[in-house]
């Protein structure tokens, strides 16, 4: 038997999810998490069902992507009970949506999530009167905590036993005038709300919303966060990994010479140096990249980022950017596929779907790929110029930043079409729960220790093998004039972009056996993130886009790219 | 005293009923959804002098662009006389 899960953007679907199914679902204070369906099975009442957990919408009239696929997968009627994500601090609102689940006469069941919070606000929702009124069974959840987890078990268990029980008998007018008529009715008699005295919740909202003081709190948000994510990532290598790895690990791993091996299997295996950032030994620079050079910054990165998701504080810093970023063709809510991107471009390249217009979808694409390198990249980066003055990561990073808005400016002049305003519930601010921050920390570290680490391995060996079977020679002498000309780089920097394009965070690491100058390192390192997007986001973006977007958004990208490097090595060498 | 204006032009904290919608199909499909229909109360949370506005509907808070903002046509005074 089939269940989907339905609701308004932000009520907690994903976390109801993880909860029925045990599979880690991401869940923010945002809306708009849950962009894709996702699929699992949970064992209910004895019973196995498959569960899909469909994009959170406010109404069936889709004007986004994420919102048409739910408006899709509901009038599909391809399921057998729908469970339905009602907020309590916002019964209105949800009501307006839960008509249309009504409409559809599939067994249903409404959860009525976050009835802790409501209580915090003064609102008192009585879920039997709510229950009689809609015609559907209503049943008080705390999805956080579990709480109402045990009953809605039992009500499945009598859905099992009769299932007619569970369709909705009342009819509720078509109008949308009417309806919200209805729902006035429905809250004066359901809902008992005493007033509170504005909390530091609310006085926080001013700060953060009034831009006298929103901008300044907003600038102290972003480079704290930075130091934050440098200083854990960097202590976490010094102190734990690099120890761990070069004290414990390496020894052992240095027995295998003991065994005498075919050279050639040796140095595939431990690399033709000892130090483990130059080797390209797929057990020592191929386990040192991921878990010492990477992970940590991983770690810190989505340490902050969840802590940031959970309190809410990114909506609000979409709306003080908003009248920035219509300057490059975005509105406020198209940053946010852009700071998921800093973690990793694949899942920024799906938050792609908030947004409406196809402008917008380049131009964030194209953004995303120019100015917001993933953690990966970004670790090797501050890795590669640590025994640099510190003004040469940031000249990276503020040219990256220079390099994407002029795309954006250029992009928005090119594309005729008109950026929609900003329109977005923007969530209360919450006290993140521990557990689900680290719930969802292992979420994002099990994803890349998963996917990334194996792809690391694996272009550290492929570097490997073109170094002994002397092939890099070859690619080098077919792009040397390129580089050495062009950007002052030497040649094998051709070799670096064949893997780059399979993994950049490889493709950086690659230029330490080069003994590059400062300068060199930079203007390296600001084409090898900007030029083309790794294997696996092109993948996804030509699947978002569409082929035609895709290769316009890819090539334009590869231009500025080759401009901006190309300017900035003759900056750098005047 | 029911003086119409727009929800930009409303001041901070004040609240206003929604007197109509100028627009098309799509934005008043769009604003309802929401709550934000003829006859609904709006109140002003955040007014900028420049970029998005903050308004508060049925207990939640909505950021709308300012062309938006100047298409919800909104009575001043609550006509119910509460403030």
């Given at each position: 038997?089939?269940?989907?899960?339905?609701?308004?953007?932000?009520?907690?679907?994903?976390?109801?999810?993880?909860?029925?199914?045990?599979?880690?679902?991401?869940?923010?204070?945002?809306?708009?998490?849950?962009?894709?369906?996702?699929?699992?099975?949970?064992?209910?009442?004895?019973?196995?069902?498959?569960?899909?957990?469909?994009?959170?919408?406010?109404?069936?009239?889709?004007?986004?992507?994420?919102?048409?696929?739910?408006?899709?997968?509901?009038?599909?009627k391809q399921y057998d009970l729908i469970i339905h994500v009602l907020d309590a601090t916002a019964l209105e609102r949800n009501l307006f949506f839960s008509f249309s689940i009504i409409e559809s006469q599939k067994p249903v069941i409404f959860l009525l999530n976050k009835s802790d919070l409501a209580k915090n606000k003064g609102i008192y929702i009585d879920p039997k009167k709510l229950s009689s009124y809609l015609g559907v069974k209503v049943l008080p959840i705390i999805a956080t905590t579990g709480e109402g987890f045990e009953e809605l078990n039992s009500l499945i268990k009598s859905f099992i036993s009769n299932s007619s029980d569970f369709i909705p008998v009342k009819q509720f007018p078509?109008?949308?005038?009417?309806?919200?008529?209805?729902?006035?009715?429905?809250?004066?008699?359901?809902?008992?709300?005493?007033?509170?005295?504005?909390?530091?919740?609310?006085?926080?909202?001013?700060?953060?919303?009034?831009?006298?003081?929103?901008?300044?709190?907003?600038?102290?948000?972003?480079?704290?966060?930075?130091?934050?994510?440098?200083?854990?990532?960097?202590?976490?290598?010094?102190?734990?990994?690099?120890?761990?790895?070069?004290?414990?690990?390496?020894?052992?791993?240095?027995?295998?010479?003991?065994?005498?091996?075919?050279?050639?299997?040796?140095?595939?295996?431990?690399?033709?140096?000892?130090?483990?950032?130059?080797?390209?030994?797929?057990?020592?620079?191929?386990?040192?990249?991921?878990?010492?050079?990477?992970?940590?910054?991983?770690?810190?990165?989505?340490?902050?980022?969840s802590l940031t998701e959970d309190i809410g504080y990114l909506p609000r810093l979409a709306v003080i950017l908003d009248r920035f970023s219509h300057k490059i063709g975005l509105h406020g809510y198209g940053t946010i596929p852009l700071i998921m991107g800093l973690g990793c471009k694949v899942p920024g390249i799906l938050s792609l779907r908030i947004l409406e217009t196809r402008k917008e979808k380049i131009i964030a694409a194209s953004l995303l790929f120019l100015f917001s390198p993933c953690m990966p990249q970004t670790a090797m980066i501050f890795s590669i110029l640590s025994p640099f003055p510190i003004k040469y990561t940031f000249l990276v990073f503020g040219y990256l930043f220079i390099?994407?808005?002029?795309?954006?400016?250029?992009?928005?002049?090119?594309?005729?079409?008109?950026?929609?305003?900003?329109?977005?519930?923007?969530?209360?601010?919450?006290?993140?729960?521990?557990?689900?921050?680290?719930?969802?920390?292992?979420?994002?570290?099990?994803?890349?220790?998963?996917?990334?680490?194996?792809?690391?391995?694996?272009?550290?060996?492929?570097?490997?093998?073109?170094?002994?079977?002397?092939?890099?020679?070859?690619?080098?002498?077919?792009?040397?004039?390129?580089?050495?000309?062009?950007?002052?780089?030497?040649?094998?920097?051709?070799?670096?972009?064949?893997?780059?394009?399979?993994?950049?965070?490889?493709?950086?690491?690659?230029?330490?056996?080069?003994?590059?100058?400062?300068?060199?390192?930079?203007?390296?390192?600001?084409?090898?993130?900007?030029?083309?997007?790794?294997?696996?986001?092109?993948?996804?973006?030509?699947?978002?886009?569409?082929?035609?977007?895709?290769?316009?958004?890819?090539?334009?990208?590869?231009?500025?790219?080759?401009?901006?490097?190309?300017?900035?090595?003759?900056?750098?060498?005047? | 005293?029911?003086?119409?204006?727009?929800?930009?032009?409303?001041?901070?904290?004040?609240?206003?009923?929604?007197?109509?919608?100028?627009?098309?199909?799509?934005?008043?499909?769009?604003?309802?959804?929401?709550?934000?229909?003829?006859?609904?109360?709006?109140?002003?949370?955040?007014?900028?002098?420049?970029?998005?506005?903050?308004?508060?509907?049925?207990?939640?808070?909505?950021?709308?662009?300012?062309?938006?903002?100047?298409?919800?046509?909104?009575?001043?005074?609550?006509?119910?006389?509460?403030?």
């Amino acid at each position: 038997m089939k269940i989907i899960l339905t609701g308004n953007p932000n009520v907690g679907k994903s976390v109801v999810f993880s909860r029925l199914t045990n599979i880690g679902a991401v869940s923010s204070n945002y809306p708009g998490t849950t962009v894709e369906i996702l699929l699992g099975k949970a064992k209910l009442a004895g019973e196995t069902f498959d569960i899909s957990d469909v994009p959170g919408a406010y109404s069936l009239g889709s004007d986004n992507e994420a919102e048409r696929i739910a408006a899709e997968v509901i009038s599909s009627k391809q399921y057998d009970l729908i469970i339905h994500v009602l907020d309590a601090t916002a019964l209105e609102r949800n009501l307006f949506f839960s008509f249309s689940i009504i409409e559809s006469q599939k067994p249903v069941i409404f959860l009525l999530n976050k009835s802790d919070l409501a209580k915090n606000k003064g609102i008192y929702i009585d879920p039997k009167k709510l229950s009689s009124y809609l015609g559907v069974k209503v049943l008080p959840i705390i999805a956080t905590t579990g709480e109402g987890f045990e009953e809605l078990n039992s009500l499945i268990k009598s859905f099992i036993s009769n299932s007619s029980d569970f369709i909705p008998v009342k009819q509720f007018p078509k109008s949308e005038g009417d309806k919200w008529k209805i729902i006035g009715e429905i809250s004066r008699s359901c809902q008992r709300i005493e007033h509170k005295h504005p909390g530091l919740a609310e006085k926080l909202e001013i700060m953060t919303s009034t831009p006298n003081t929103a901008l300044p709190f907003a600038a102290a948000v972003i480079i704290s966060s930075f130091f934050i994510i440098r200083f854990i990532g960097e202590n976490l290598i010094n102190y734990v990994l690099d120890p761990l790895f070069s004290q414990y690990y390496m020894p052992l791993i240095l027995k295998i010479k003991d065994f005498n091996l075919n050279p050639l299997i040796q140095s595939f295996l431990l690399g033709k140096t000892l130090s483990p950032t130059e080797s390209f030994g797929i057990l020592t620079t191929g386990i040192y990249i991921p878990f010492v050079t990477v992970l940590p910054y991983i770690f810190s990165f989505y340490l902050i980022l969840s802590l940031t998701e959970d309190i809410g504080y990114l909506p609000r810093l979409a709306v003080i950017l908003d009248r920035f970023s219509h300057k490059i063709g975005l509105h406020g809510y198209g940053t946010i596929p852009l700071i998921m991107g800093l973690g990793c471009k694949v899942p920024g390249i799906l938050s792609l779907r908030i947004l409406e217009t196809r402008k917008e979808k380049i131009i964030a694409a194209s953004l995303l790929f120019l100015f917001s390198p993933c953690m990966p990249q970004t670790a090797m980066i501050f890795s590669i110029l640590s025994p640099f003055p510190i003004k040469y990561t940031f000249l990276v990073f503020g040219y990256l930043f220079i390099l994407g808005m002029s795309a954006g400016f250029i992009l928005n002049k090119i594309i005729k079409q008109e950026t929609p305003e900003l329109f977005m519930e923007i969530p209360p601010y919450q006290i993140p729960s521990f557990k689900m921050l680290i719930f969802k920390l292992k979420i994002r570290l099990k994803e890349f220790i998963k996917d990334a680490v194996p792809m690391i391995i694996f272009g550290v060996a492929l570097i490997n093998i073109l170094d002994i079977s002397g092939s890099i020679e070859k690619i080098t002498s077919f792009f040397s004039p390129v580089f050495s000309r062009l950007l002052n780089l030497p040649g094998e920097m051709g070799a670096l972009m064949a893997i780059g394009f399979l993994k950049k965070d490889v493709s950086i690491a690659m230029l330490a056996p080069f003994n590059l100058t400062a300068s060199q390192l930079v203007t390296a390192s600001v084409f090898l993130v900007s030029y083309m997007p790794c294997a696996a986001s092109l993948f996804v973006l030509r699947k978002e886009l569409g082929i035609k977007n895709f290769f316009a958004a890819v090539s334009f990208n590869f231009i500025i790219s080759l401009f901006f490097t190309w300017l900035l090595s003759a900056i750098l060498n005047f | 005293m029911n003086k119409e204006t727009t929800l930009l032009k409303l001041k901070t904290g004040e609240k206003a009923l929604v007197k109509e919608i100028l627009g098309g199909k799509n934005v008043k499909e769009k604003l309802n959804a929401m709550g934000i229909y003829p006859g609904a109360e709006i109140k002003k949370s955040i007014s900028p002098s420049k970029g998005p506005i903050i308004a508060e509907i049925l207990r939640y808070k909505i950021a709308i662009g300012r062309g938006m903002a100047e298409k919800i046509i909104v009575y001043e005074n609550n006509p119910d006389g509460k403030s």
